[in-house]
Each structure stands twice: as C-alpha cells, then as structure tokens.
C-alpha cells in the first residue's frame, strides 16, 4: 500500500478505479463499482460541494404516528421517522442499500444518475451515524406554503435524482474492506485438487460402510439435519458426486 493510499480517506471515482485497477491487478471499471454496490460488496458515498436540505431521519422498528411522506418513509426493512424541519448538510454521505438507493446506484451505473430514480427517495448515512434525506425547495410557486418558515418541511419536496452538486466517491476503508474479503475467499476457495481428494476420501468411506446409502442419509439427517450442507438433495448428490470421482481417478 502507497503512503499516499494509506493517508487518503476518499477518493472520487476516478481515482479509485486507477488505484483499485492497480491494487487488484486487473482493469476496474465505473460499472465494476455500482454493481459492486448493489451486490453489497462496496458502499459508495456522495461528497457534496455546498450545504444541501435535508430531513433528518430515525429508525424505528413498527409504523410511527402521522403519515407517509410528511411524517415517515418506509421500506421492506424499517420505517423512518422524518424531522418536522429542514436543515443542511454537506461533507461526505455514504449511501446505504436502504429505501430507493438501489434505483439510485442502478440509474448511475446506466446513465450517470442523469434521469429519475422513480418514486422512492434517498437515504444518506453521515460520518456520525446521522441518517437524512435530501430535499429541494418547492418555491413560492406553492399558494398552500407561502407564510410558512424557511425550514418548515412543508416547503419541500424529495429528491428524486441526484442533487446537482455532488460526486461519487469511494472511501479507502471500503476499498481495504472488499480486498480483505477477497483475501478471505480465496483462502478459503478449495483447489481442484483440494476438492477431488476429499470426494475421493467421501466415495471411499462409502465404499466401506456397511450401510446402505439411503440409510446413511437417513441417519445423517437425524442427527445432523439442523447443520449446513446436510439436507437429502444435497447429500444425495454429494455421494454419487463422490463415488464417479473414485471411479475415475
């Protein structure tokens, strides 16, 4: 790891892309990194230039008084109660897969974010834990907000694409993250080898067990059914797996 690398918190998009293409040895595109995000592997962040509205928000596990929209927002995990007020906000915002985010890395990997998400809104994810989402004034336009306070939510909307002063960012910390599960995988990957010699091992062991295999199943299941791997289907396919890799070896 370059020094530069280790002292630098973010990078904008483009930066990461050369460093993780040299990192990982291998070409990284824009698109490697959105579906990476949508894969969970990689959270991507937003970093704004200037203070933009928000209405901050907090989690809450059954539906909150008030309505949807003025009060709460929800998605298939959570409901989310909305501040009554306005505030800003800028600096660097992770972006969670949670509400309409998934539209949001889905319309910037096809088109750079630059048509609507549909009609699920943002959730941002500050350095301090803070979740909001963005907004935008409706203007004066509006007879039914005239009066109302600058920061009242009433005098505004959500946002349904990107906010215009804004980029993608990568944070070193995810980028060491997705290496160290790559690391991970690998290590536990089993070689080809590796792997013709344990069926080989299991079609053996077979071979001289007096039982028969379906009453092997059937007692394996008894006794182990709760752990992974071991379900009939499984089992079933394992053994004849094992016992043609005997065969042929």
């Given amino acids: ?14 930066d990461a ?3 993780m293409s040299a990192r990982f040895n291998e070409p990284i595109t ?3 990194l959105f579906a990476l995000a949508m894969d969970g592997r990689i959270t991507l962040s937003l970093r704004f230039g200037s203070s933009i509205p928000v209405r901050r928000a907090v989690v809450a596990d059954i539906r909150p008084l008030g309505s949807w929209g003025a009060d709460y ?3 298939e995990r959570c409901f989310y109660v909305l501040d009554k007020e306005v505030s800003y906000v800028d600096g660097v915002f992770d972006l969670p897969l949670a509400l309409g985010n ?14 609507s998400f549909s009609f699920n809104e943002m959730l941002l994810l500050s350095a301090e834990s803070d979740l909001v989402v963005p907004v935008q004034d409706k203007g004066d336009a509006e007879i039914e907000i005239k009066g109302l306070p600058f920061n009242d939510h ?16 990568v944070k070193t910390a995810e980028i060491c993250k997705l290496e160290a599960s790559l690391e991970r995988e690998k290590a536990q990957a089993l070689t080809s080898r590796e792997r013709t ?4 091992i299991i079609g053996a062991l077979l071979e001289q067990l007096d039982q028969k295999e379906t009453a092997l199943i059937s007692v ?7 752990k992974p791997g071991i379900k009939e289907r499984t089992l079933q396919q394992k053994f004849a797996e094992a016992k043609r890799s005997l065969r042929g070896s």
Avoid: Q, T
């Fill in 197 to 200: 010699n344990l069926l080989n």
């Fill in 154 to 169: 009433r005098r505004y909307s959500f946002h349904y694409s990107l906010p215009r002063d804004c980029k993608w960012v």
């Fill in 30 to 32: 824009e698109r490697d």
């Fill in 73 to 75: 927002l929800h998605d």
């Fill in 102 to 115: 998934m539209d949001v890395l889905r319309a910037s990997e096809w088109d750079g974010g630059e048509w």
């Fill in 1 to 14: 790891m370059s020094k530069l690398f280790s002292l630098r918190e973010w990078f904008y998009i483009e």
């Fill in 17 to 19: 892309i050369r460093h």
């Fill in 220 to 226: 394996l299941l008894e006794r182990h059914g709760e």
